[in-house]
Each structure stands twice: as structure tokens, then as C-alpha cells.
């Protein structure tokens, strides 16, 4: 299971949004200047974000973006899953169904990754932006 850049730019995002937030939309320059990142590759992150209800969005003068929710309603899980898709660490068993394996009904291993799978969303289901934006998410606590 490898997060692409994408995935993890999208935390970032929602990180800054969520440090930035005073009820106004943030302009997306705002944001890729802090996060170092190419406005133009944010695009398409905050448009998944956008569409996926995560986060609101208005242009124009005045416009950017803002979250919609309360901070604790964002989990690491739900933002992966609306830039990612899927984050299974094999294809067969990928949230969109997954590719077609001839061997899935005797494959000896399948249990496996469906366990290291669930270990995973559960994982990333108890991880909230909150918890990263306050500093409260530190690998001690693990």
C-alpha cells in the first residue's frame, strides 16, 4: 500500500484549512504558497475534496475554499478514500470491487489482506484533521 501524493497532499490541505479556519474561504494560492505545493496540482486535490462534500468552495473575488463540517467529523480515512479511492494493500480486494482473480476462492492469503485491511481503515478511521492540526497525533501514542 504505497499513499500517493495526492492522498498526502490532500491531509496537508486539510490541515491548513483547518489552522486557517475563521469562517471565510481561504484562496487556493493562500494555500499551495504555504504548503509549498503547485496551485495548479492543488486543483485537482481540493476538486475531489469538493466533490466529496469535504470541503466548500466559491469563486471569484472573496472565494477559495473552506471546510463544511466540524474538524472532528474529518478522519484521515475519509479524505484518503475521496483522493485515493482505495487504500487496500493488494488489488483484489480494492474498495471498487477490486480486480478479477481467478484464484480468489482458494487464494491462501486472502484472509490475510482482508484483516491487514480492516487494521488499516480502522486505523485511519480514528485519526481526525483535529487530531493532526492540534499536534495530538504523535507516533509515541502508538
Known amino acids: 500500500m504505497l499513499i500517493s501524493t495526492k492522498g498526502r497532499y490532500a491531509l496537508r490541505v486539510m490541515v491548513d484549512l483547518a489552522l486557517h479556519k475563521d469562517g471565510n474561504y481561504i484562496p487556493l494560492n493562500d494555500i499551495a504558497e504555504r504548503?509549498?505545493?503547485?496551485?495548479?496540482?492543488?486543483?485537482?486535490?481540493?476538486?475531489?475534496?469538493?466533490?466529496?462534500?469535504?470541503?466548500?468552495?466559491?469563486?471569484?473575488?472573496?472565494?477559495?475554499?473552506?471546510?463544511?463540517?466540524d474538524l472532528d467529523s474529518y478522519t484521515v480515512a475519509r479524505v484518503l478514500n475521496a483522493t485515493e479511492g482505495s487504500v487496500a494493500p493488494v488489488a483484489c480486494i480494492a474498495k471498487d470491487g477490486g480486480v478479477d482473480c481467478e484464484r480468489r476462492d482458494v487464494c491462501p492469503t486472502l484472509s490475510m489482506w482482508q484483516d491487514l485491511k480492516k487494521v488499516v481503515d480502522n486505523y485511519f478511521e480514528n485519526v481526525?484533521?483535529?487530531d493532526l492540526a492540534e499536534g495530538k497525533f504523535k507516533t509515541e501514542d502508538l
Open 35 to 69: 504548503q509549498n505545493i503547485s496551485e495548479k496540482y492543488l486543483e485537482s486535490i481540493v476538486a475531489s475534496l469538493s466533490k466529496a462534500g469535504i470541503v466548500d468552495s466559491v469563486r471569484g473575488k472573496g472565494g477559495g475554499y473552506r471546510l463544511t463540517n
Open 128 to 130: 481526525t484533521v483535529k
